[in-house]
């Protein structure tokens, strides 16, 4: 990693690609323990950390499997520990039962997963956008988890450290999600400065040695704090549905209680936890909704169309799950036509759709050959569905 223009206190100017942005911004969240298993598309996040994060007092483990890698992250977190893993779809797969473990249990841990083309092993070495639903519906049960994403290296450091904040917050497993395509293309970065992003660090509980403490017993503000596993408090922690001492139950009314928990403690905040970007959205007619680095093209296209006096808009979502529908009605309301620009066959295609007030005028542009997808992609499917409106 080259670096220019940086001081010991300030910001540091970086050239890197975004695997390395993500890194850095989960060091500079206060990753202090990774545990992972090397896969392409991904593997420069764990290389950057093999160096990075014992030089500055935390723990890297390789683990033999991306399972054994998401059952590490776990207990270092309820250890006390920011934990992270990286992976890309085929090891994503392997993380969902441990993964649903962590949203019962209510545990807070990062989990980046680098998209490839899939199905299988897919195409090791090229991009797609094909992990979105996998991330909201992989693991079985009612759940609810929060996914984000981002299009450039700056907002992908913005993003992870948001990540971060938001699974000590909830206490909850948060993925952050982009593709081979941001993964591996270099740009600049600057690194802010401590203290410059906010960070939130655990919720420690305040309850005493000696006394009882209650680890699902949530505070008025919905927050659950934590106590450090082996330390002053003893405490259960399963995969079983759970009263607030954490031991199995299968009352129903604890049932009940505990499934519609964790559904709303983020369904019930999708807007607030919305985190969008919009350009030449105030007097859109047609607006572009796109995520990921599909929506640098997007952007291009929209830039371009400005400058020849056309009234299209972007909509570039960063926070994908909960989708944030309510954000996605308001910004479409009164546009002739919505375009989701993505990498899949129509993976949030559907969700715009059921969000919008006119589905039939929602369409897609999008790419699943591995290769990235232009503005010339864009403008085609732009000029169907503006002569269609004429």
């Not at 390395?20 to 290389?47: H, K, W």
């Not at 019962?104 to 083309?117: F, K, L, Q, S, T």
């Not at 546009?335 to 949030?348: D, K, L, S, T």
Request: hydrophobic share 40%; glycine share 10%.
């Amino acid at each position: 990693m080259s670096a220019s223009g940086s001081t010991a206190t300030g910001p540091r100017t970086v050239f890197v690609q975004g695997n390395e942005a993500c890194a850095e911004a989960a060091l500079y969240a206060g990753l202090s323990f990774f545990a992972g298993y090397p896969i392409t598309p991904s593997s420069e996040i764990a290389e950057h950390l093999s160096r990075e994060l014992p030089a500055r007092g935390g723990r890297f483990i390789q683990m033999e499997d991306e399972i054994s890698s998401m059952a590490a992250i776990i207990g270092a977190s309820l250890t006390g520990s920011k934990v992270m893993t990286a992976t890309s779809g085929p090891g994503f797969s392997l993380m969902q039962e441990a993964l649903g473990f962590a949203i019962m249990a209510e545990i807070p841990c990062v989990v980046v997963d680098v998209m490839r083309g899939g199905p299988s092993t897919g195409l090791p070495t090229q991009g797609s956008q094909g992990d979105i639903n996998q991330v909201r519906w992989g693991t079985h049960g009612d759940h609810s988890i929060i996914a984000i994403t981002a299009s450039t290296h700056q907002h992908l450091f913005e993003a992870t450290v948001r990540g971060f904040n938001l699974a000590e917050t909830y206490r909850t497993p948060v993925v952050v999600l982009f593709d081979e395509m941001l993964g591996h293309m270099r740009e600049r970065l600057v690194i802010p400065e401590p203290g410059e992003l906010p960070t939130v660090d655990r919720l420690r509980t305040s309850v005493p040695e000696g006394v009882d403490y209650h680890p699902y017993l949530t505070r008025e503000d919905g927050r659950l704090p934590m106590s450090d596993f082996g330390g002053v408090h003893r405490y259960n922690v399963t995969g079983l549905y759970h009263d607030m001492w954490g031991f199995p139950s299968t009352d129903p009314a604890i049932v009940d209680d505990l499934a519609h928990h964790l559904h709303d403690k983020l369904e019930l905040r999708a807007d607030e936890l919305a985190s969008v970007r919009t350009y030449g959205m105030e007097d859109a007619e047609v607006v572009l909704v796109s995520y990921g680095s599909p929506a640098r093209s997007a952007r291009q296209v929209v830039h371009e169309a400005r400058l020849n006096g056309q009234p299209l808009g972007l909509l570039e979502l960063e926070t994908l799950w909960p989708f944030p529908a309510g954000v996605v009605r308001r910004a479409c309301r009164s546009v002739r036509a919505v375009i989701v620009v993505e990498m899949n066959m129509g993976q949030m295609l559907r969700h715009v759709k059921a969000a919008v007030d006119a589905p039939e005028r929602v369409f897609l542009s999008n790419r699943v050959d591995g290769r990235f997808i232009t503005p010339r992609d864009i403008r085609r499917v732009l000029r169907i569905v503006e002569g269609q409106g004429e």
